[in-house]
T-cell receptor, first 114, second 110 residues
């Protein structure tokens, strides 16, 4: 596709459930990023992939959060035992080669944990 | 530590200039960015400035950087209603990751 796409656009779940959020980066982009944007705040970095490997996962808040990118393209952010505090917009971005290149953002997935 | 701060809200009349301010703390940042976020849309990179520059102009946008005070500003000339959005400044940290401010909501009144 022309840009970064994310699915679903909205996800409502119950506390304690497991969710998966998907990101399709721009074709050919080797770097991929996940950010979390809480209401009224700026995006906060979660994790950065270079190809298939997580080059920097220092932003993941705890071990309930995990992300994969098995083939170096699509990435999935997985959240176990969701909590109400996980409610936010989860943004994905990709860049051509590395973190020195411009990041292009997707529209985000709005996660609501009831 | 890294902290990027912005004022929350700015209201201007159509045709006036808007100035959005930002302060940052990481003096090693090589680039500083301005992003625009409209409802339902992804973050859009508006412009950026390299840390060894004082000013950058791009059509209606002017970025000013004061490294001594760690202050960044974005001026939008002839502001239009289509400029209404949330504007985020961001710095690049030591790991080349973006650290964003909390965003400034710009409201343009006709």
């Amino acid at each position: 596709g022309a840009g970064v796409s994310q699915t679903p656009s909205n996800k409502v779940t119950e506390k304690g459930k497991y969710v998966e959020l998907r990101c399709d980066p721009i074709s050919g982009h080797t770097a991929l990023y996940w950010y979390r944007q809480s209401l009224g705040q700026g995006p906060e970095f979660l994790i950065y992939f270079q190809g298939t490997g997580a080059a920097d996962d220092s932003g993941l808040p705890n071990d309930r959060f995990f992300a994969v990118r098995p083939e170096g393209s699509v990435s999935t952010l997985k959240i176990q035992r969701t909590e109400r505090g996980d409610s936010a917009v989860y943004l994905c971005a990709s860049s051509l080669l590395s973190s020195s290149d411009e990041q292009f953002f997707g529209p985000g997935t709005r996660l609501t944990v009831l | 530590g890294e902290d990027v701060e912005q004022s929350l809200f700015l209201s201007v009349r159509e045709g006036d200039s808007s100035v959005i301010n930002c302060t940052y703390t990481d003096s090693s940042s090589t680039y500083l960015y301005w992003y625009k976020q409209e409802p339902g849309a992804g973050l859009q990179l508006l412009t950026y400035i390299f840390s060894n520059m004082d000013m950058k102009q791009d059509q209606r946008l002017t970025v000013l950087l004061n490294k001594k005070d760690k202050h960044l500003s974005l001026r939008i000339a002839d502001t239009q209603t289509g400029d209404s959005a949330i504007y985020f400044c961001a710095e690049v940290n030591a790991g080349n990751m973006l650290t964003f401010g909390g965003g400034t909501r710009l409201m343009v009144k006709p």
